[in-house]
């Protein structure tokens, strides 16, 4: 299994803690997408005639928005040695000296009401006993946790030592931003406070796996340790996006969580301090071309259902595996994330009509939305003792489904992947030992021979195999020979 590049630097003991980087967004000059009050200031010359343009207006307007966030939280670990040198260099003697075990974090946030209403990220202060907030006027602020949402890695916090009315940051619209378009960024990389890189918006509409609902701003800023929480502005001076994630390895490419999802999320998480979302009580996945080839499918773009669970919502409205999910309300569905991010923007009890692809035809499901479950990691399932198995087609051993295995999935009968030849169309498919084949072709598979009649009748044509992997299920093509 490749790992995962994409991090999103948790907040730590501070032994760990530098690990923590927002993405920040990038490059500094004056862009077309900027208003034109914003693009004359920012390209008004530093020196006079002649001179490069410069941003300091704008970074001037908008820093005293922009906070420092600390948390400690109670437990045992070790301070590194790095870490040690880097409070000893930076503070001198007023280096702080976690003491009992505390372990420490920093990040970054912005003020957005000026009641002292703070946005940063939910990884930055998960967790923590105690945080506070330091302001542009070098002014320390104690602050309570008031919301926070790990679907999307957003927190709310509320500056609670200090009663004055603080320059609150003005929220932009990220739908209209465009790739290509300016973007600067303030934060406390390696605690050095209200730290401004500028640069473009490379990308939109990012899925990295950071999240359930990812949908990045994707950036160029030279990444460091500790921007997590803070601002992406436009050259107006608003924010755009919220950094949280980077890519570990590499340089000029992190992310930002689009403003207008935070704005989405505020009156829930300031109200109640948890977001409750919609939920359909389905698996899906990317509708490929490959998949709707395989599936007769005469559509190449949507969400593929590839699991129902019969007493949710989708289940009891009538969807079912191979489904393909092409609009809901009426808009497209691009594929499985787009789908899931709108059913997440709808409230429980909410009534949606999904536009399904099912036997060639086009119909309307109707689906009152139940309540998303809190995500929860499931431990992984235990692994079973595979027996002999016999050969299979395209490269498959396979064998019956061990009846344990059947009561734990919730599945009568199927074929068990026990081994893959080397090079073969299988594992080219990216089938993997444990696997329990339940469907081939849109026809159910209740034991190896079916899987190989089934295989044998479609010769040399892409497979299409439905594929019980630990609790999820998923559509898996085996190319044509």
């Known amino acids: 299994m490749i790992a995962n590049p994409f991090h999103r630097p948790s907040r730590e003991p501070l032994a760990r803690s530098f690990a923590i ?28 005639v002649g001179s490069p343009p410069s941003l300091a207006p704008l970074v001037q307007q908008v820093r005293p928005s922009v906070v420092g966030v600390t948390t400690v939280l109670k437990g045992k670990g070790e301070v590194s040695p790095e870490i040690e040198e880097f409070w000893r260099r930076y503070f001198g003697k007023n280096a702080p000296k976690p003491k009992g075990g505390e372990r420490m974090g920093i990040g970054s946030g912005v003020i957005i009401d000026p009641s002292g ?52 940051a003005t929220l932009g619209e990220s739908d209209s931003i465009r790739v290509g378009d ?29 999240t359930p609902f990812d949908d990045f701003l994707q950036t160029d800023a030279a990444i460091n340790p500790g921007n997590s929480g803070g601002p992406l502005f436009d050259l107006s001076g608003k924010v755009v996006g919220i950094n949280t994630a980077i890519v570990a390895s590499g340089q000029g490419i992190g992310f930002a969580v689009p403003i207008d999802l935070v704005r989405s ?18 698996g899906v996945q990317d509708l490929t071309p490959e998949l709707a080839k395989a599936l007769g499918v005469n559509q190449d773009k949507g969400a593929l259902v590839a699991q129902v669970e019969p007493d949710g919502p989708g289940g ?37 009509t999904l536009g399904v692809l099912r036997g060639g035809k086009q119909q309307d499901v109707k689906v009152t939305l139940g309540e998303r479950p809190s995500s929860q990691k499931s431990p992984p399932p235990a692994q079973e003792e595979s027996g002999e198995g016999e050969e299979g087609p395209v ?9 344990q295995v059947q009561q734990k999935l919730g599945v009568k009968g199927g074929a068990m992947v026990s081994g893959i030849e080397a090079g073969s169309r299988a594992e080219e498919a990216g089938l993997q030992p444990g696997d329990v084949i339940v469907e081939a072709n849109r026809k159910p ?14 010769g040399d044509a892409p497979l299409a195999l439905r594929v019980r992997r630990g609790e999820a299920a998923v559509y898996v093509v085996i190319p044509a020979r």
């Open 21 to 48: 980087a927002g993405a920040l967004a990038a490059l500094c000059a004056c862009g077309p997408g900027a208003a034109p009050s914003a693009r004359a200031e920012a390209a008004k010359p530093a020196d006079g």
């Open 117 to 168: 209403i703070v946005l940063t990220n939910n990884h930055v202060v998960s967790g923590a006993e105690r945080v506070t907030v330091k302001t542009s006027d070098d002014q320390d602020h104690q602050a309570k946790v008031v919301g926070t949402d790990p679907d999307t890695d957003v927190a709310v916090l509320q500056i609670t030592s200090d009663k004055r009315t603080f320059q609150a």
């Open 182 to 210: 300016y973007v600067v960024a303030i934060g406390n990389p390696f605690g050095l406070e209200l730290t401004v890189t500028s640069g473009i918006v490379s990308a939109k509409a990012r899925v990295i796996g950071a």
């Open 265 to 282: 999320l505020l009156p829930q998480l300031e109200k109640t301090g948890r977001v409750v979302r919609g939920f359909l009580g389905v």
């Open 316 to 352: 009891k409205a009538g969807l079912k595996p191979g489904d393909a999910v092409v609009t809901l309300n009426g808009d497209p569905v691009k594929g499985a994330s787009e789908l899931s991010r709108k059913v997440a923007l709808s409230r429980p009890g909410e009534v949606v």
């Open 395 to 403: 490269g498959l051993t396979i064998q019956p489904v061990p009846n």
């Open 445 to 458: 598979v209740k034991q190896p021979k079916d899987l190989v009649a089934i295989a044998k009748d479609a």
